[in-house]
């Protein structure tokens, strides 16, 4: 019976669909003393690491939020102020098992942040990071995903709202 518990899990555990790589792209806005009225962007890269048919699965990520220039009350053009690099460890919890073809999710976890706002990269900012989304399509092929999280910063936070692709 052991043997038997033992093989499965081996076999589970180097499943290649238990581990998924995701590329996301969006828009962001930011709170608190943060706050500018510049547009925002954010891209990201993750990586996913989970049994295909439970409900958890570990992600890594790394992003970098930035912003576009905006115009001034004087007319000329302004920078786009806050820059951020982001890396960071969370879990997802699927509300539906992972075999369906759609399913809204929960995630969370722990960052690790630089920020940059007068062209002076200042790392190890450390916050969480939460939020929510949904993905959709064939456990067969990649799926796309519309996603939520709010980034906490010592001095406000952001919001990216991204759409991607797992792979």
Same mark, same amino acid.
């Given at each position: $019976?052991?043997?038997?518990?033992?093989?499965?899990?081996?076999?589970?555990?180097?499943?290649?669909?238990?581990?998924? +790589?995701?590329?996301? %792209?969006?828009?962001?806005?930011? =709170?608190?003393?943060?706050?500018?009225?510049?547009?925002?962007? @954010? %891209?990201?890269?993750?990586?996913?690491?989970?049994?295909? =048919?439970?409900?958890?699965?570990?992600?890594? &990520?790394?992003?970098?939020?930035?912003?576009?220039? @905006?115009?001034?009350?004087?007319?000329?053009?302004?920078?786009?102020?806050?820059? %951020?690099?982001? =890396?960071?460890? !969370? %879990?997802?919890?699927?509300?539906?098992?992972?075999?369906?073809? +759609?399913?809204?999710?929960?995630?969370? !976890?722990?960052?690790?942040?630089?920020?940059?706002? =007068?062209? &002076?990269?200042?790392? @190890?900012?450390?916050? @969480?990071?939460? !939020?929510?989304?949904?993905?959709?399509?064939?456990?067969?092929?990649?799926?796309?995903?519309?996603?939520?999280?709010?980034? &906490?910063?010592?001095?406000? !936070?952001?919001?990216? $709202?991204?759409?991607?692709?797992?792979?």
């Amino acid at each position: $019976m052991l043997g038997a518990q033992h093989s499965a899990l081996a076999q589970s555990s180097s499943d290649p669909s238990s581990i998924s +790589w995701a590329l996301s %792209v969006g828009g962001e806005s930011v =709170t608190g003393a943060l706050k500018s009225g510049a547009s925002r962007y @954010a %891209v990201g890269l993750a990586l996913q690491v989970g049994p295909p =048919t439970e409900h958890f699965a570990l992600r890594a &990520d790394l992003s970098y939020h930035g912003g576009l220039p @905006a115009s001034c009350s004087s007319g000329a053009l302004c920078g786009g102020g806050l820059e %951020v690099f982001a =890396t960071s460890i !969370g %879990v997802i919890f699927r509300l539906n098992d992972k075999s369906r073809s +759609w399913s809204p999710y929960l995630l969370g !976890g722990l960052a690790v942040y630089a920020l940059d706002q =007068t062209g &002076d990269l200042k790392p @190890a900012h450390f916050g @969480a990071q939460y !939020g929510a989304g949904f993905e959709v399509g064939s456990k067969k092929s990649a799926k796309l995903f519309l996603e939520v999280r709010y980034l &906490d910063l010592s001095q406000g !936070g952001l919001v990216p $709202m991204v759409v991607g692709i797992r792979f």
